[in-house]
T-cell receptor
Framework: LAKTTQPISMDSYEGQEVNITCSHNNIATNDYITWYQQFPSQGPRFIIQGYKTKVTNEVASLFIPADRKSSTLSLPRVSLSDTAVYYCLVGDAGFQKLVFGTGTRLLVSP | EPEVTQTPSHQVTQMGQEVILRCVPISNHLYFYWYRQILGQKVEFLVSFYNNEISEKSEIFDDQFSVERPDGSNFTLKIRSTKLEDSAMYFC?????????????FGPGTRLTVL
C-alpha cells in the first residue's frame, strides 16, 4: 500500500476554499485515491474518490495530476461544520484493508 | 441513502467478559470489515471478511477475536475475554462490487469501555 503524506493541521475561516494536498509518490497503477472525513467519536465518512484528472461531487473536488504522485482535496466555501480530520488513502480500496494515517486536522473559525 | 448501522452505540463491560458487537452492512455489499480506534489514535484495521471467511486480519486480531455473519444481514465481532486495552471505538465497514476502486462505507461505531 502506498504511503501518504499530508499536513498535520490547517486553519481556515468560514466561506473560504480549503485545499488539502496529499503526497503519494509510490502510488501503484491499480490504486485509487480516496478521501474520508472524521468527526470526533464518529466513523470515517467517505468524501470522494478518484483515479486521475478531476472528480467533483456535491461536497468536494479532487484534483489529480497526470503523474498521480499527489492529489488535492478542495472544499469550497467551508463552514464551521467542516471542522474535522481529513484522511487521504491510496489503494485498491474495494477489498483491501484501509491504512489510515494521522490525517489533516482542519479547524474552521468564524 | 443506504448506510451501515451498528449496535450498541456504547458498551460497558468488565475485564474478562465476552462482548459481541453487531453491524448491519449495506444490503448488497459483499465485503465486510472491522476497524478500531483507540482514543486519540489512528483508525486501525482488524479484519476483512468475504464469502463467509476471513480474507485478511491484522496482528491485533488474535485468538480472542472472532467474526461471524450469522445470517444474511448481520456481521458480528466477538471479543472472548476483554482486556482493558480493548477499550476503543469499533467501526464496521462494508464495500460492494468485486471490481477495483470500490468504496468502504463505515458505520457510526460502538464505543467499548472495559473496566
Amino acid at each position: 500500500l502506498a504511503k501518504t503524506t499530508q499536513p498535520i493541521s490547517m486553519d481556515s475561516y468560514e466561506g473560504q476554499e480549503v485545499n488539502i494536498t496529499c503526497s503519494h509518490n509510490n502510488i501503484a497503477t491499480n490504486d485509487y485515491i480516496t478521501w474520508y472525513q472524521q468527526f470526533p467519536s464518529q466513523g470515517p465518512r467517505f468524501i470522494i474518490q478518484g483515479y486521475k484528472t478531476k472528480v467533483t461531487n456535491e461536497v468536494a473536488s479532487l484534483f489529480i495530476p497526470a503523474d498521480r504522485k499527489s492529489s488535492t482535496l478542495s472544499l469550497p466555501r467551508v463552514s464551521l461544520s467542516d471542522t474535522a480530520v481529513y484522511y487521504c488513502l491510496v489503494g485498491d480500496a474495494g477489498f483491501q484493508k484501509l491504512v489510515f494515517g494521522t490525517g489533516t486536522r482542519l479547524l474552521v473559525s468564524p | 441513502e443506504p448506510e451501515v448501522t451498528q449496535t450498541p452505540s456504547h458498551q460497558v463491560t468488565q475485564m474478562g467478559q465476552e462482548v459481541i458487537l453487531r453491524c448491519v452492512p449495506i444490503s448488497n455489499h459483499l465485503y465486510f470489515y472491522w476497524y478500531r480506534q483507540i482514543l486519540g489514535q489512528k483508525v486501525e484495521f482488524l479484519v476483512s471478511f468475504y464469502n463467509n471467511e476471513i480474507s485478511e486480519k491484522s496482528e491485533i486480531f488474535d485468538d480472542q477475536f472472532s467474526v461471524e455473519r450469522p445470517d444474511g444481514s448481520n456481521f458480528t465481532l466477538k471479543i472472548r475475554s476483554t482486556k482493558l486495552e480493548d477499550s476503543a471505538m469499533y467501526f464496521c465497514a462494508s464495500s460492494g462490487r468485486t471490481g477495483r476502486g470500490d468504496t468502504q462505507y463505515f458505520g457510526p461505531g460502538t464505543r467499548l469501555t472495559v473496566l
